[in-house]
């Protein structure tokens, strides 16, 4: 059953090789995800999943020691998740949201549990969400959870996705259900609005929410922001 899950942001941005000169400006992020991680280590799972977004609406698994990189963002920096065998030239590279999550577990040293990935498609339906959730509580007694998401990218006039009305409100939603580990909240987002804004969270945040079914978690929003007009989130449950 899940014991843990740590909700963070995955902007590429997190990851001051890339931000370069604009780094400082997610560092209170940065701390808040080291926070979050820190609550998975103190509940000593057996199994770790990041689950994150992708493109389109289907679902990927991704083995412990799977690799990644910032190539496509400019920086020459690779990525391992967890520990694991030997990754092989025709093995599928992490997405990006799986990349970050990889490369926040290394800024901690984690060596707790076994990491595995989980992408889910922005896509994805709400009942397959919830699916995945409940395989992923399923595997193990003691599962933590690192869930990787972006809220609306419709927060300002120089979004990613412009200015759209709609966003604060989706945004303010997604951040109580986060604090307060609201999981029918959660399940409840409406996954065409969340496309709409470009919230890439909305899947991950509903696996989550299945996955925490029954377990009694308690959470805090450990950081909220939304620079670049896009919303950012950091909690943590347990």
Known sequence: MLVAAAVCPCPPLLVPDVAAGAAPELDAARTACSDALA???????DRLFVVGPAEGDTMERYAAGAVG????????????????GAARAEDRRLPA??????????RVDWAGAPVEGL?????????????AGRD???????????????????????A?????DRAAGFDEAAARALGTADTAALSALDEHLAYE??????????????AAEGAGLEGRLLHEDAPYGVGYFVAAWS
């Open 39 to 45: 609550v998975l280590a103190a509940a000593r799972p």
């Open 69 to 84: 990189d910032f190539r496509g963002f400019g920086v020459d920096l690779g990525v391992r998740l967890g520990h694991g």
């Open 97 to 106: 949201s799986l990349a970050v999550g990889a490369w926040l577990l290394a």
């Open 119 to 131: 992408a889910v498609g922005e896509r994805l339906s709400p009942a397959r969400c919830a699916d």
């Open 136 to 158: 992923l509580a399923a595997h193990a007694d003691r599962v933590a959870l690192l869930v990787m998401g972006d809220g609306s990218a419709c927060r300002s006039l120089k």
């Open 160 to 164: 990613p996705g412009y200015l759209d």
């Open 197 to 210: 804004l470009k919230a890439a969270g909305r899947a991950p945040w509903q696996v989550l929410a299945a």
